[in-house]
Every structure is written in structure tokens, then in C-alpha cells.
């Protein structure tokens, strides 16, 4: 990722690890196993890790289900 690319991700700013499992309907520590899976970036700023809102909002909307199937 280039320097362009982290600025975009966050251009739209960031958020507590708190905030986002808030968004997202599940725990703080929820979060920090997708940070460290690699599946939500982070920016740690002096002993606070903060969370990108728009990687948030992707990671939300990538996973968007529509029509279920329900089992037989």
C-alpha cells in the first residue's frame, strides 16, 4: 500500500476500537482479532490504536448478504 492509499483510507478519519465494534454489533476484542488477522488495518498513535472509519464501512458493506439461503 502507498503512501496515496493510506491517506485515502484515512482521509475520512479514525475511531476507537470501542466505536467500531459498536458499529459493527460485536466485541472489542472481536476487533482486535481482525486486526491482527490482517483483515482490519490499524494506525497505533503513541499506546492508542484507532481504527480507520472507512475500513470500517468496506468491511461492513463487503460482507453484505442478500437472500440467505436457510438450512433444509
Known sequence: MNTV???E???DGLERISES???LGVS???IYSLI???ILPSVQIGRSRRVPIKAVR???ANNVV???S???
Open 5 to 7: 492509499d493510506k491517506q
Open 9 to 11: 483510507l484515512v482521509g
Open 21 to 23: 465494534a459498536r458499529f
Open 28 to 30: 472489542r476484542s472481536f
Open 36 to 38: 491482527s488477522r490482517g
Open 58 to 60: 468496506e468491511l461492513a
Open 66 to 68: 442478500h437472500g440467505a
Open 70 to 72: 436457510q438450512p433444509a
